[in-house]
C-alpha cells in the first residue's frame, strides 16, 4: 500500500508585529517533492485551512513554484478535519508562525500523537519543533522527553534578530520537556532521529529530514 504523507503548516502570520510571516515555503516544497519521488502521497494541511500564509518563497525555485501551484489547485484541509489512521507520516514544517499557533493547537498534538502511537513517523523542521513542545502521549508523558532532537537553536534565533520576539526560545523550551536538543553550527544542514521521531534543525535540513523520513518508512 502506498504510503501517505501529511504536511502541516501554520496558519499564524504576525511575527510579533515585527513583519508578516507564516510557513517557510522551502522546508514544506522541498520535502514536499521528495516524498512524491519516493512514490508517496502527500497531502498539505493547516491549523486553519484555506489560503496559507506564506514566508521564505523563492521565485526561481522550480520546486517552490510548483508546490504552492499544487496548492492553489485544491482547498487546503484544516488539521482539525483529518484522521490520523490516514496517515503513517505528519511532517510539521517551520516557519515562524509555527511558533504561535502550533503549540496549543490540539489538532496539531492530536494528529503527531496518533501517528506516533500507530507506529508512524513524526517529523518536524526548524521552527516546526514547536509542535511538539505540547505534544502528549495517551500516558501524559511529552513525546520528545529523554528523546534526541534537532531544532532552530538559539543562536540562529539571536542570528535572526527575533530572539526577543518570538513567544519562547524553541531549545530552551524542548529542554524544558526533557528533549535532549542537540544543536550545529549556525544555519547548517543538521538531522536527528530518534526511533521515530526525526527532527531537523534549519531550513537547510528540510530536504535531508524528508531523506530520512522516507528511509524510516521504507
Known sequence: MTKRILIALTSHDDLGGVRKTGYYVPEAAHPWEIFRQAGFEVEAASVGGGRTPEDGYDPADPVQTAFLA??????????ADLDAASYDAVFYAG??????????????????????????VVAAVCHGPAALVNLTLSDGSYLVSGKRVAGFTNSEEYAAGVADVVPFLLADKLRERGARHEGAGDFEPHVVVDDRLATGQNPASAAPLAQRVVELLT
Open 95 to 120: 516557519g515562524h508562525g509555527t511558533m504561535w499557533d502550533f503549540p496549543d493547537d490540539p489538532d496539531v498534538a492530536r494528529l503527531g500523537r496518533e501517528v506516533y502511537e500507530r507506529g508512524g
Open 70 to 79: 499544487d496548492l492553489e489547485r485544491r482547498t487546503v484541509p484544516r488539521l
